[in-house]
């Protein structure tokens, strides 16, 4: 046994995250994925007017396009969760670029507004749906060291992308009738598709190759040379077949793992985020209207909003490059509460405000606060529950913010016309982010405190959440001992189908030694190449 292969003893290493390479064409992809997926809906608004008066309808009746497509967006979650984990996330996002692109064109051809729900809304909004969610589930599989600062650069796509379709939308409307920019606005879709196949997934080919070749090899390695070795091989090979047989059903993976259920930092972030949401988005949609009823003048009330997108395309990559430091990343979770306890006191700070300068000063801040929300919400998701089963943990938080989605800004707009006061809607908006904030530090505090007790027992789980991935080394720790027993338990078998052969042939070779005196010939010189006494193979064999 002179050579030895340089794999042997090892096991094989797991495919690990490269923090950069292809995994920035990957970034790229899901920079224009989130720009589609968040200002999309935004950006369909500046058709609303022709279309209210080609079909004779109201603006409400028009809103409800936005509407949908962000309901489909957020509600479609565990959809695209079962269709990732069942196909993958690369032909999951072609077909939704091929969807989002097809519900736009048609929209072209529409003669109703039910028509304009059906297409523009659900088909669009669904495709959208189906890129954006396995886009960050891409992000999280080539980035880990360096994902904070990842996360923050693909956020930043929405207000690059709002402050860019708006403006296209209305000199599409102004050359071509909203039926033309539907139609020009459908083949830009198209893109999703292109940034969908560029998610190819990490390849693991090679370590299969390295599996197989190394299993070969051991199993030469221990089988001795004579003509019961190919038996003994074809013996190995059929036990490690058998073993991959029943080990497949073992391991097929959920369409949509429940069990994050059981882990109370996903619990504590879900509910924290539901109240979140239910006042986040509040002001940006109040606040033109707000403006105006300042005495504000209308140009200037909508630069408010380019405001809070300009400053927000900044904030979101450096909130991300200051979650990436080392001091920081652990604590990742209180800096979020610590985003959303900003944004929070902004809206209830600016209730109060009278004049244009008070207004800009609030969106100076509010733009900042929202970057930095929008930059950490998904690392933080990512932190608690890990990239095995990041693809379940977005789908059913998508949907539970579907719901705050719906009760949210539309009670706001109800309370407005009941109260024809925006100073209680602003304050009830940040108190709402600030309890979601305090509830975040508060319970994820003691969630930390309570594994910390728990650390002396090897036999329960960690804390979860606020670290870098310990989800998944938990989980390439399990990769790593299966695929050891994979490995090592065909050539412990052919070990000892060599042992037991070897025992017989030494009791032959005592019972002919009493006998004759003489030494065994064949397979004796193979047990026993430097002598034939007896005790030596048995302490040889024992050894």
Known sequence: MGRRDPEEG????????????????????????????????????????????????GYSDTAWISSIMLAMLYGTGPVCSIMVNQFGCRPVMLIGGLLASSGMILAS????IIELYLTAGVLTGLGM??????????????????????????????????????????????KFGWRGGF????????????CGAVMRPLD????????????????????????????????TDGTMKAKKAKKKPRKGKKLLDFSIFSNRGFIIYTISKFILVLGLFVPPILLVNYAKDTGVPDTEAAFLLSIIGFIDIFARPACGMVAGLKWVRPHVAY????????????????????????????????????????????????????????????????LIEAFAVLIGPPSAGRLVDALKNYEVIFYLAGSEVVLSA????????????????????????????????????????????????????????????VVAASEEANHVAEEQGREGGGCPAGDGEVLARDGCDADQTVERDSF
């Open 438 to 497: 305090l509830f975040l530090a508060m319970a994820t505090y003691c969630c930390l405190n309570q594994g910390k007790k728990k650390e002396g027992s090897p036999e329960k789980n960690p804390p979860t959440g606020g670290g870098s991935d310990t989800e998944e080394a938990e989980s390439d720790v399990q990769e790593a001992e299966e695929h050891s027993s994979d490995n090592h338990q065909p050539a412990h078998s052919t070990d000892n189908t």
């Open 335 to 398: 800096l979020f509460s610590f985003s959303m306890l900003f944004n929070g006191l902004t809206d209830i700070c600016s209730a109060r405000a009278s004049n244009y300068t008070g207004l800009v000063i609030f969106c100076v801040f509010f733009g900042i606060s929202y970057g930095m929300v929008g930059a950490l919400q998904f690392e933080v998701l990512m932190a608690i529950v890990g990239s095995q089963k990041f693809s379940s943990a977005i789908g059913l938080v998508l």
């Open 109 to 112: 051809f529409t003669t109703n």
């Open 10 to 57: 090892h096991l094989p290493a797991p495919v690990k995250p490269p923090d950069g390479g292809w995994g920035w064409i990957v970034l790229l992809g899901c920079f224009v994925i989130t720009g589609f997926s968040y200002a999309f809906p935004k950006a369909v608004s500046v058709y609303f007017k022709e279309l209210m008066k080609d079909f004779h309808v």
């Open 183 to 194: 139609l020009i606005m459908g083949g830009l879709l198209l893109n999703c598709c292109t």
């Open 129 to 174: 749906a189906l890129n954006f969610q396995p886009s960050l589930i891409m992000l999280g599989t080539y980035f880990d060291k360096r994902r904070p600062l990842a996360n923050g650069l693909a956020a930043a796509g929405s207000p690059v992308f709002l402050s860019s379709l708006s403006p296209l939308g209305q000199v599409l409307l102004e």
């Open 204 to 235: 693991t080919g090679m370590k299969r190759m390295t599996e197989k070749t190394r299993d070969k090899y051991e199993a030469k390695e221990m089988l001795p040379i004579g003509g019961k070795s190919e038996e003994g091989i074809s013996t």
